[in-house]
């Protein structure tokens, strides 16, 4: 008995041409894949034409309708049908794919949309009237006179009706709404100078205005930073690094906050390569590499970062949706990422999140009482109030309290004008109380003398080197020839940290040293896992996250701890390191190592404002 594959006919199958149609629904499946993507394509075009501003309209989480509005060049009556054909674009001519400096190029959003919904184009060119073109289901009907003052209107309605399959695997409006608002959000940091609007007219009417960005002045980092403040919020603006940094030719630019203003995923995130976003693995793990030391695992850092560069080192022409990229230079790339983040931190180092502030007076601050103002004192009458409300002197009873320790120790002049200020006291024999000319910082010594003792080790392993132990018996470990052949690329770098791995033979490398640091350690895993690592970000810092790991355990066990009273002048020497000493404002776990209470808003949590 013979057995035929179900998908294999007996007999032989014929090839056929796919008809237009056809065609363009197998494209739309690629390109179109929720209502997000077509107003993703449709904006993109937008931009491309040189639109100042662009308004979006979307009803029932853009299943019903997405209209797109726009200011830029616009189309002539004759170029309508051409935009409706696959394949047709006025943003390459064809002859190199390689120079692409345009969001769209590849001429199948617009024919693939007018597959799958009812699509309606409507342009005008200035100094000609405008005109309109509609096809439905992939039937395309003439072109008509139309009323518009400039720019195009592209009406989308009923998306996937022509494939009602498609219909059954969106989400509910909401989500596909969500994700809608998160293109633009994404398109409008790439597109600082131009302004965005975004409405929900679910239901008729004007609808609700959901998200809106006018266009920001200025040149390109001072508009980003502008724009990052209007989709990422005012506290990501506040506790972010301007990162600035070029090599060959190819420059990084935008911002990356404080590691302490992290999130508890990478929703905050964003990578656009030559303007355009791209959801880039390597990027993404060069963006992580840079924070490993100074945030926690389950931590991720916020950040807005452009990296510009000639098209020709840069394959976009790689994914339809146009969302992957290819470097011909990658380890360039993530090495630029990694060099311009980690000056940025190192720049930024002794500052914490200023949310840490707001947060902390949050949790202290009672519910506040309703204050009229006929019950409200006057100001001289307060003040005999506070006068009289004054501590007595010590020898009258005033006394420390066991857990807190005020200690008289001669401060110079100028310590309150410092970042830190002057230690004042310690509570709990674990909290440093310092006063600055407008406020007061709150210290954690173990959580700081961690980073600074960590920071320390790390000093003195670059100075000094990683210290390699001899394996009595080499270990030897076998692999694929393309895996060992991109083992021995790395090897040197591998052999600076302490470990040393030479070729045995075809499909196999010999282990002969590894980490002192490390002590007993598996060699065979460690050299799979810097395999793995390698294929999959291009590049490895395994072994140099588990020395630094190492590292960081020691700092801890041999930093100040908790409970051991400090005198006056230990904590302000503690201080001053802190003031001098990269990454101090988080410990080696990622978590803040003070917190700063503006004045301000200590009198304002007492109603003395």
Request: hydrophobic share 45%.
């Amino acid at each position: 008995m013979v057995l035929h594959s179900p998908k294999i006919s007996p007999s032989r199958p014929a090839i056929r041409q796919l008809d237009e149609a056809a065609i363009n629904r197998i494209a739309a499946g690629e390109v179109v894949e929720r209502p997000a993507s077509a107003v993703k394509e449709l904006v993109e075009n937008a931009i491309d034409a040189g639109a100042g501003r662009i308004t979006v309209d979307y009803a029932d989480g853009g299943k019903t309708l997405i209209r797109v509005t726009d200011d830029g060049c616009g189309m002539t009556a004759a170029d309508l049908p051409l935009a409706l054909s696959r394949h047709a674009t006025s943003k390459i001519d064809g002859s190199d794919l390689l120079a692409i400096s345009s969001f769209g190029f590849r001429g199948e959003a617009l024919p693939s949309l007018g597959a799958v919904g009812r699509l309606c184009v409507t342009s005008r060119v200035a100094g000609e009237g405008a005109a309109s073109i509609s096809v439905s289901g992939g039937r395309i009907e003439g072109v008509r006179p139309a009323a518009l003052t400039r720019g195009t209107v592209v009406e989308l309605r009923d998306l996937f009706f022509a494939t009602p399959a498609r219909l059954k695997f969106l989400r509910s409006d909401r989500a596909e709404a969500q994700a809608i608002a998160d293109v633009i959000r994404r398109l409008a940091l790439a597109q600082p100078s131009a302004g965005f609007v975004l409405r929900d007219v679910s239901g008729g009417g004007e609808g609700r205005v959901m998200f809106r960005a006018d266009p920001e002045p200025g040149d390109l980092p001072d508009a980003l930073g502008g724009r990052c403040a209007r989709v990422l919020g005012t506290d990501f603006a506040d506790n972010a690094l301007r990162v600035s940094a070029e090599q060959d030719g190819m420059r990084l630019s935008g911002y990356a906050a404080l590691p302490t203003f992290s999130r508890g995923s990478p929703v905050a995130q964003f990578l656009f390569v030559n303007g355009r976003p791209v959801l880039d693995r390597m990027l993404f793990g060069a963006l992580r590499a840079a924070y490993f030391d100074v945030l926690s695992r389950d931590r991720h850092p916020a950040a807005v970062l452009r990296l510009d560069c000639d098209p020709q080192r840069v394959d976009v022409n790689v994914h339809p949706a146009k969302s992957e990229v290819r470097f011909r230079e990658p380890g360039l790339a993530r090495g630029l990422i990694l060099s311009g983040l980690r000056q940025a931190l190192a720049q930024g180092a002794q500052r914490a999140s200023s949310t840490l502030g707001a947060a902390t007076l949050a949790a202290l601050r009672p519910g506040t009482p309703r204050i009229w103002r006929m019950e409200r004192p006057s100001a001289p009458a307060m003040s005999r109030a506070f006068q009289a409300q004054a501590p007595l002197p010590a020898v009258a009873g005033f006394a420390e309290a066991s857990s807190a320790r005020i200690e008289p120790a001669e401060i110079p002049g100028d310590a309150e004008t410092l970042p830190l200020g002057a230690a004042r006291a310690q509570v709990h024999e674990n909290y440093i109380i310092a006063q600055t000319g407008r406020g007061i910082v709150i210290v954690d010594q173990h959580a700081a003398h961690e980073r600074l003792v960590y920071e320390r080790l790390k000093r003195q392993r670059e100075g000094q080197g990683v210290a390699a132990q001899s394996l009595l018996i080499p270990v030897i470990v076998e692999m694929s020839d393309a895996d060992a052949a991109r083992l021995m690329e790395v090897a040197p770098d591998l052999q600076k940290l302490g470990l040393t791995a030479e070729p045995f033979g075809r499909g196999a490398v010999a282990v002969r040293e590894v980490p002192a640091i490390l002590g007993q350690v598996d060699a065979r895993r460690l050299i799979l896992d810097v395999l793995d690592e390698l294929s999959d970000l291009g590049d490895s810092g395994l072994v140099q996250a588990k020395i630094d790991a190492v590292l960081s355990r020691m700092a801890c066990h041999g930093s100040v701890r908790s409970g051991r009273q400090m005198r006056a002048e230990e904590m302000n020497a503690l201080l001053r390191e802190m003031e001098a000493t990269p990454h101090s404002g988080q410990c080696n776990h990622g978590r803040p190592t003070y917190v700063e209470l503006k004045l301000a808003d200590i009198e304002r949590l007492f109603g003395r404002t």
